[in-house]
């Protein structure tokens, strides 16, 4: 999830890539609680969001970055949900289970209509999941490359068959698996998600304009079945800088406006027409050495680059004290919100310490490695996020202390992403990630080990990927947490990745309005905007 | 005299006839050197557009297969050249939708501001201008220059954060951002973005137009006007304005080319989504049908205003109409 104002579309699309299942051990199964409105306030006949690029698509297929989904997701129902703290709830499925560890069994309601005001059917639900599958072009295809079947077995089930157990299923399919109408898609071709065809959902609120130029529109649902929102009418605009935004918040232009950057949050406390919400997000920024050149082939070298990081000392002037220094490449809310606090505390008090800053340590270090002298290493920095140029000037000046020189090169949003996985660019790079839910093991699944499908520090050997493979093959928290624990602690150890920072997610929210139960970093797996209401 | 119009008009039309000529051809060069440009940018679209966890080689290939990237360089430029010329621009690599629709919703906001701008500009720039030149180093002019000056070093984002935050926030006079609908809403919104814009355009213009006035108002013709008392109002509009005209339009012309293209500052500041702010996005994600067509566009924008005002030159100077003809 971007916390980044200006994360540009491809960081947004790393930050919410992976979903991994918020449900523990003993969540497989869940039946439907109460599902009533549960906004407090009062109606209110509109609200302004803005968001930082104008809507891709209506279609998911197409376009799923943040901005884009934020829209999405108030508009298109899925079959769960995530609550506050990251776990997976029923929403259209009234009830889901996982009868043995390569099925999936959904249950759906029966009060469900679409927009039109025909009734959702099976057949709906199990098309919205498959177009997503097999040799499909739609762009969420990775997250369900397991899914080998959907099958809609009668007017009220859908079955998902699995090659492989795939224990964060719920939780991609609450974010990503967003419910169309198949009768709709199949007119609309490739019009689809378009400002003509915009899409037919069952959601809280109705397309009724969009445009990639000018943002959306979006009007109440009446007939929601869980009951009809505050906000009658919801409106997106695209506002791409920040300070914009600042001055139109100000003039009260906007009601609202999602991931403001860390290091301008002391102007926007300022303002005395709006309030601003500060959370954990699961952001989690690191710097990532290539361990299999050199010179970070060598442990030493990578131990004296984390003596060179004053990572407390950043904290402020990078992310103005709204950020915490990260103990593992785990985002922290991941084992805080699993394990709670106390058990996230022991797992940490049982890791090896972060290198301490200290310029003495490195040279120590360095010495005892074998590049002595030092050596020269480019860095790119995305000049679209405001932490990483000032993070690497700070390091490069701290490096040339013990003769290392860091070339620090500022370069576009894309060109960093793509540098991640390009094998020929620096062996140093600086990542910033983001996990969709709470299961620890979303992030190390992909980073770790030589079956790692994105470990940018080719960091594998027989232990690690021991580790690894017991960790991904697990479906419950109890399974995961030894293997990943030790794998963490071989991290901690070899250093792959350097974890510098987890940020904090700020919202800015008019104080004509009310946002019941206070904005979550899971918000984009929820039918969020039923949480908003008028002050009154 | 009447054959000799007549001749005038051939002329000029076989002028512009050549002109388009030369227009097509360059749209041609510009098309295949941007083409090759983005092929030789680094960085795949479809690894982009997925993400870099989720650029499988498998989802990879399929998505460069639906847009034809894996085809021969010159067989994507043919392929894109045959469509093109049926008007048919492809689809965003980015969300699916056709290139034209993409550009059509945008221009508009690029036209209005490009265009208010610059009537502010002509409003302002050109009699202050001509003040300013035909009163050399009195306080007209030395107020004209001064200000001019301040207007061409100042910042286009700092004035136009500036002017948001005074009239937008502080006195609430207009909005801060956006575009509207409707003509007198649009009119509203674009204001602070079109002075935004025009407040170096007119620093540009206004020291061209002071230039060519003051190399007028040294002339004998008008010493020797004034001194058979021609009305000053005369002298003004006859005389000064119209042997300025040339370099006044000159740069007129130049400053409106530039802003069709996208003021992307300008609409950065004003959350406007325009050309500017759609190539900004579309090169970022190397989404190359809707960079080619924009750069087509915007260099068709560019050629046109180009050629109005070299036709607008035999307009306002008789010395280039008999020019024509005897050439």
């Known amino acids: ?536 | 005299m009447a054959a000799a119009a007549g001749r005038r008009w051939v002329t000029i039309a076989r002028f512009a006839v050549r002109r388009l000529a030369a227009m097509v051809a360059i749209l041609a060069i510009v098309s295949f050197l941007v083409f090759s440009l983005l092929a030789l940018t680094p960085g795949d679209p479809a690894v982009l557009l997925l993400g870099p966890q989720k650029a499988t080689p498998e989802a990879v290939a399929r998505i460069r297969a639906e847009f034809g990237l894996d085809d021969p360089f010159l067989v994507q430029y043919r392929d894109w050249v045959v469509a093109a010329l049926h008007g048919d621009f492809g689809r965003s690599i980015r969300s699916g939708q056709q290139v034209t629709d993409m550009i059509s919703e945008r221009v508009g906001v690029t036209v209005w501001l490009a265009g208010y701008a610059f009537v502010l500009t002509v409003l302002i720039a050109i009699p202050f201008g001509l003040v300013a030149g035909m009163r050399k180093g009195r306080l007209a002019d030395r107020l004209a220059t001064a200000s001019s000056l301040v207007a061409l070093s100042a910042p286009t984002f700092a004035v136009g954060f500036l002017l948001m935050y005074v009239f937008a926030v502080q006195l609430d006079w207009f909005p801060a951002f956006g575009s509207g609908d409707g003509f007198l809403d649009t009119l509203w919104h674009m204001t602070l973005p079109a002075v935004t814009l025009a407040i170096s355009q007119i620093a540009i213009v206004l020291r061209q137009t002071r230039a060519a006035a003051m190399d007028v108002a040294d002339r004998d013709y008008i010493t020797f006007a004034r001194a058979r008392a021609v009305p000053s109002r005369r002298i003004w509009q006859r005389y000064v304005l119209h042997n300025a005209s040339l370099p006044v339009l000159t740069s007129a012309g130049l400053v409106l080319a530039y802003s069709l293209t996208g003021a992307v500052l300008v609409e950065n500041v004003f959350a406007l989504q325009g050309l500017g702010a759609l190539l900004v996005v579309s090169v970022a994600q190397l989404d190359l049908p809707v960079v080619q067509a924009l750069t087509m566009f915007t260099a068709l924008l560019v050629l046109t205003t180009n050629l109005v005002v070299d036709l607008l030159y035999f307009a306002f100077d008789p010395r280039l109409r008999r020019a024509a003809v005897a050439a």
């Open chain 1, 1 to 536: 999830m971007g916390t980044m104002s200006r994360r540009s579309a491809i960081a947004v699309a790393l930050a919410f890539t992976l979903a991994a299942a918020g449900c523990g051990s003993d969540k497989a199964t869940s039946t439907s609680g109460g599902t009533g409105n549960t906004a407090a306030g009062v109606e209110i006949d509109k609200m302004v969001w803005a968001i930082q690029s104008p809507p891709g698509s209506m279609d998911i297929a197409k376009a799923g970055d943040v901005p884009t989904q934020r829209v999405q997701t108030a508009a298109f129902d899925r079959l769960l949900t995530t609550d506050n703290t990251g776990a997976v709830q029923p929403w259209i499925a009234s009830k889901f289970e996982n009868p043995d560890p390569l099925t999936w069994v959904f249950t759906l309601r029966d009060d469900v209509k679409f927009w039109d005001g025909t009734p959702l059917t099976s057949d709906d639900v199990a098309y919205s999941i498959a177009r997503h599958t097999g040799d499909s072009t739609s762009i969420q295809a990775f997250l369900f490359a397991l899914v080998t079947d959907v099958t809609a077995t009668d007017a009220s089930t859908v079955t998902v068959t699995l090659s492989a157990a795939d224990p964060t299923l719920p939780a991609k399919l609450a974010i990503f698996a967003q419910i169309h109408q198949k009768k709709y898609d199949e007119e609309a071709g490739d019009a689809l998600g378009g400002p003509d065809k915009p899409g037919m959902g069952t959601g809280p609120y109705s397309i009724t304009s969009f445009s990639s130029a000018d943002g959306a529109t979006l009007t109440r649902n009446d007939n929601y079945w869980a009951g009809k929102p505050k906000v009658k009418t919801l409106e997106f605009k695209a506002i791409g800088d920040p300070d914009t935004a600042r001055l139109a918040m100000s003039s009260g232009e906007i009601d609202g406006f999602f991931d403001v950057p860390l290091i301008a949050t002391r102007q926007w406390d300022e303002l005395d027409n709006a309030t601003m919400t500060y959370v954990q997000g699961a952001y989690n920024d690191m710097l990532s050495m290539d361990t299999t050149r050199a010179p970070f082939d060598d442990v030493n070298v990578r131990v004296a680059m984390a003596h060179l990081i004053d990572r407390d000392g950043l904290l402020g002037p990078l992310f103005n004290n709204r950020a915490t220094t990260a103990f593992t490449i785990v985002p922290a809310i991941q084992f805080t919100s699993s394990l709670g606090d106390a058990g996230a505390t022991q797992l940490y008090e049982g890791l090896t310490p972060f290198p301490e800053f200290s310029i003495d340590k490195a040279k120590e270090a360095l010495a005892k490695s074998a590049s002595p002298d030092g050596f020269s290493v480019d860095l790119a920095v995305d000049t679209s996020q405001p932490w990483m140029s000032p993070l690497a000037q700070n390091l490069a000046e701290n490096a040339e202390k013990v003769g290392i020189t860091i070339n620090v090169k500022q370069v576009s949003a894309a060109d960093w992403g793509a540098g991640l996985s390009d094998p020929d660019a620096s062996p140093v790079q600086l990542v910033a990630l983001g996990a969709g839910t709470a299961w620890p093991n979303e992030l190390p699944s992909f980073m770790l080990g030589t079956n790692g499908g994105f470990n940018i520090a080719k960091y594998g050997n027989p232990e690690i990927d021991a580790f690894m493979d017991k960790a991904n093959a697990s479906a419950t928290l109890d399974d995961l947490m030894p293997p990943l624990t030790d794998a963490l602690q071989m991290t901690t150890d070899d250093l792959p990745y350097l974890p510098l920072f987890d940020e904090q997610v700020a919202t800015a929210l008019s104080n004509k309005f009310v946002w019941e139960g206070g904005y979550s970093y899971w918000a984009l797996g929820q039918a969020w905007p039923l949480q908003l209401g008028g002050a009154g």
